[in-house]
């Protein structure tokens, strides 16, 4: 099922139901358009969509009220086709390769071979950056904008960073840069400084719940939950994840006097890492919510066994732990031997209740 679909003679159904606002906001910048514009929000809120029908607009011959392209002249053609002689997308190659959604992180993708038989790129790599200026040094096709659409930034390696920082610092005319990002806090700070900040909103809980049930998402209030309020990741969450991996994993959590770590990272060994930590950040998140607070974000049908096991821990201890599951967040992806990061990631958690 698509998770976006245009309305017929309406392109204001090209964004997705909560992002008319946002668009709105972003009209007030198309009369002096900066060089670059950074698109920032929570995962899985469809930054990449509404960057591309942006995109798709300011190329467009036509464009129809509200700024929305029109999506029956050539340059939208081209546009939809991949095929605008004015438009470049740049994005890790593993993006080509998973078919998983644009919102996600790379690493959330299967490690498939390329046609080369090596496992695809989760960065952007400088070749990519360095392969635009023979794009940037032609002359447009109809003396109008060219534009290049870069996510997720901040996969950018240190090399490809340095490299697009350069092209920031000195545009070349009629040019739009728009990077997309989960998380502007990892891009070197000169190219925040050289772009215009744009933040998407995160959709009020009754639009993210309405699209959910209209695209057939069973039990959707609690995906939605469970994914932080973001839709694309609820959905994309509610068709892929192992439901009986999570359930068995937070009971243990739940249970930290009584977890076989052992045979658990057995059980758990194929299951991807940067999932299992999510899992464990988000509940971390929830104890040390429910410790200070009392509120349950992200598991509020676990909220009895949260209370049981947050009434064990001082707060103190539970913002060290959120900062010890970010770092293994960091690593994780990079684990050599999935059993043995299970282990570890159990021990250190079971750990906390010593």
Request: hydrophobic fraction near 40%; charged fraction near 25%; proline fraction near 6%.
């Amino acid at each position: 099922m698509s998770l976006h679909c245009l309305v017929a003679n309406d392109m204001s159904g090209a964004i997705y139901p909560w992002q008319h606002q946002d668009w709105d906001r972003l009209q007030r910048l198309r009369e002096r358009l900066p060089h670059a514009i950074l698109f920032h929000g929570a995962q899985g809120i469809g930054k990449v969509a509404f960057a591309e029908q942006f995109a798709q607009s300011v190329l467009c011959d036509m464009p129809v009220n509200g700024g929305f392209a029109c999506g029956s002249c050539a340059s939208c053609g081209w546009f939809v086709q991949y095929g605008h002689p004015d438009y470049r997308r740049v994005r890790p190659e593993i993006l080509d390769t998973d078919n998983i959604e644009d919102d996600s992180e790379p690493e959330e993708g299967a490690r498939k071979k390329n046609a080369s038989g090596k496992t695809p790129s989760k960065e952007i790599r400088i070749e990519q950056v360095r392969s635009l200026a023979g794009f940037m040094n032609v002359s447009t096709h109809r003396s109008g904008l060219r534009v290049v659409l870069l996510y997720p930034a901040e996969t950018l390696n240190s090399a490809s960073a340095n490299a697009l920082l350069k092209t920031l610092e000195e545009p070349p005319p009629g040019t739009l840069f728009m990077l997309v990002s989960h998380r502007p806090d990892r891009l070197l700070p000169t190219i925040l400084s050289r772009c215009r900040k744009f933040s998407l909103s995160l959709p009020l809980a009754e639009d993210a719940l309405n699209w959910l049930n209209d695209n057939e998402v069973s039990d959707a209030r609690q995906w939605l939950a469970l994914n932080g309020g973001a839709p694309l990741a609820a959905y994309s969450a509610a068709q892929d994840e192992s439901a009986s991996d999570r359930e068995l994993f937070l009971g243990l959590l739940a249970k930290p006097d009584a977890v076989p770590v052992l045979s658990v990272a057995e059980r758990l060994q194929k299951t991807p890492i940067p999932l299992l930590v999510a899992w464990q950040q988000r509940w971390l998140y929830d104890l040390f919510s429910l410790k200070l607070s009392g509120r349950v974000r992200y598991y509020p049908q676990q909220h009895a066994r949260l209370k049981s096991v947050a009434d064990r821990l001082s707060a103190d201890r539970l913002q060290q732990a959120l900062r010890d599951a970010n770092n293994q967040r960091a690593i994780a992806d990079h684990s050599l031997s999935p059993r043995l990061f299970i282990e570890d990631m159990l021990l250190a958690y079971v750990g906390l209740f010593d």
